[in-house]
């Protein structure tokens, strides 16, 4: 963790996001090996507030899966581990992506999701919440519509702990025209709830809107193209909000990344 801080620093940035571990798999290290206080006294003396750090579950949780059902019990004790480490370091978000279907059908995975959700939440420690990302819809990945994100909120028997990353390329790629964001907050805020949003992860599109295939792009040399992302930087529904880079690029990228769109937020006079 204390690397993470240090590198985030590096960029210029004042949030971060980490995963405990690889994201490939479940091996991790105690959380006692991970320098939580020196990472919290480095962040603190660089004014990194904890309650805006995103931890990211690791891409092999698929609460959706029902093919499998030894997959689906890895997902639902793993997420169980993750959500007491996530309390442990102290930290109040953990992005999750909802899972797919792997073609067992949109309904029959919802409801698995759900019925993961509650087994996950019913008897947590965390304090947090988890932040059910909005996904492209590659393959059958579920969670590709404001509408499917809501349905797996609403049915769960805790949406207290439950709330919203919105992923710009993914939602690009699912359909949605970032070139008037403010239609899509409203439509966000008509069927979940802009309270509900947590996080976002500010990415451009090397794919067409509707694409739903999911292939990041450095920010302005993509689909979506710098204007519109700026847009969504600064549009004051989302003033406090952490915003996370997941964008193709070294280290010098995103640093060259947060300083232009720092810059361009500055212009607008907000």
Request: charged share 25%.
């Amino acid at each position: 963790l204390l690397g993470s801080v240090k590198e985030a620093l590096s960029y210029g940035a004042n949030t971060f996001m980490f995963y405990t571990g690889a994201p490939q798999n479940t091996r991790r290290k105690a959380i006692s090996e991970l320098k939580v206080e020196e990472a919290k006294a480095l962040m603190k003396g660089n004014n990194i507030d904890l309650k805006n750090v995103v931890v990211h579950a690791p891409y092999i949780i698929n609460l959706a899966n029902t093919v499998k059902e030894e997959t689906f019990e890895l997902a639902v004790n793993f997420l169980k581990q993750e959500l007491q480490r996530c309390q442990d370091i102290g930290t109040s978000i953990l992005v999750l992506h909802p899972g797919s279907h792997v073609k067992a059908g949109e309904e029959v995975g919802l409801q698995q999701i759900i019925k993961g959700l509650n087994e996950v939440l019913k008897d947590t420690p965390y304090q947090g919440k988890i932040a059910l990302e909005t996904m492209a819809g590659k393959g059958s990945e579920l969670g590709k519509t404001f509408e499917e994100i809501n349905y797996l909120i609403s049915h769960c028997d805790y949406p207290e702990k439950l709330g919203v990353c919105l992923d710009t390329c993914h939602i690009h790629d699912a359909g949605y025209d970032l070139s008037n964001f403010d239609a899509i907050l409203d439509e966000f805020d008509q069927v979940i709830s802009l309270d509900r949003l947590l996080v976002v992860h500010l990415n451009d599109s090397k794919n067409v809107k509707g694409a739903h295939k999911d292939r990041h792009a450095k920010i302005g040399e993509g689909q979506i193209g710098l204007d519109a992302l700026v847009n969504v930087v600064c549009h004051p529904a989302l003033e406090g909000i952490p915003f996370i880079l997941e964008t193709p690029n070294d280290d010098e990228g995103w640093k060259r990344e947060i300083a232009l769109l720092r810059e361009r937020y500055f212009m607008k006079g907000d």
